[in-house]
């Protein structure tokens, strides 16, 4: 099983909401990330996980918040985000194997009213 | 981190080979060079990976000169399917799971008929 699942494909909030984004892999991987993407721009690192402990962190607000609960699920935690978060959030999971190269989710569409 | 830098935007007609160039000067000894594809609103995807010289799999090539200061991913008798946007990394690859990995800006490739 080479795939990154996220969940849900589609997320529409207010402002006060909170909400939560989901990933989950089962390839073993130990290191997970989230990226931001908006229109016409590469992603932009959010996160990064490795062996369940959060390594990097690439100066985010805190209404977004990681976890990662065990070596297969990542979440992101979103509470009062602003119109400008929306985007399209990626998450990766990278493991050992030949290359060391990410497998992307099909992200999920976030869009802030 | 080593700085990407790759055309906006490439257009290209089926059947003809397309050449991206990703220069990278500022290329650290332990870096790898990755070259991923991205479809509109799905997850980048791993095309290939290489330190030196040339390497080759059932997609693409990527030629990398002995400097290293930039390389070129090569895509022979590209069709329809193949318009993407394509990203070149540079960073740690083989041995580092949860190191970072930043994208450049991205070439548009548009295959037209």
């Known amino acids: 099983d080479t795939e990154v699942t996220q969940t849900p494909k589609h997320l529409v909030m207010g402002m006060t909401n909170k909400k939560s984004l989901k990933c989950e892999q089962h390839?073993?991987?130990?290191?997970m990330y989230w990226y931001k993407q908006k229109a016409k721009k590469p992603p932009e690192l959010m996160f990064v996980y490795s062996y369940e402990k959060l390594s990097i962190n690439e100066s985010v607000p805190s209404r977004f918040s990681p976890e990662c609960p065990n070596s297969s699920l990542l979440n992101l935690h979103l509470h009062a985000l602003q119109p400008e978060d929306s985007a399209l959030y990626l998450c990766?999971?990278?493991?050992?194997?030949?290359?060391?190269?990410?497998?992307f989710g099909p992200g999920t569409r976030l869009t802030v009213l | 981190l080593a700085k990407t830098t790759q055309p906006i935007s490439m257009d290209s007609y089926e059947g003809q080979e397309v050449n991206i160039t990703c220069s990278h000067n500022?290329?650290?000894?332990?870096?790898?060079i990755t070259w991923y594809q991205q479809f509109p609103s799905q997850g980048p995807r791993f095309i290939i990976q290489?330190?030196?010289t040339k390497v080759t799999n059932e997609v693409a090539s990527l030629f990398i000169p002995a400097d290293r200061k930039s390389s070129t991913l090569s895509l022979p008798r590209v069709s329809l399917s193949d318009t993407a946007v394509y990203y070149c990394l540079v960073g740690e690859g083989v041995g580092n799971q949860g190191g970072k990995l930043i994208f450049g800006q991205g070439t548009e490739l548009s295959v037209k008929p």
């Open positions: 990766a999971s990278r493991g050992s194997g030949a290359y060391n190269e990410q497998f």
């Open positions: 500022n290329i650290a000894t332990n870096d790898y």
């Open positions: 290489g330190y030196k």
């Open positions: 390839m073993g991987h130990r290191a």
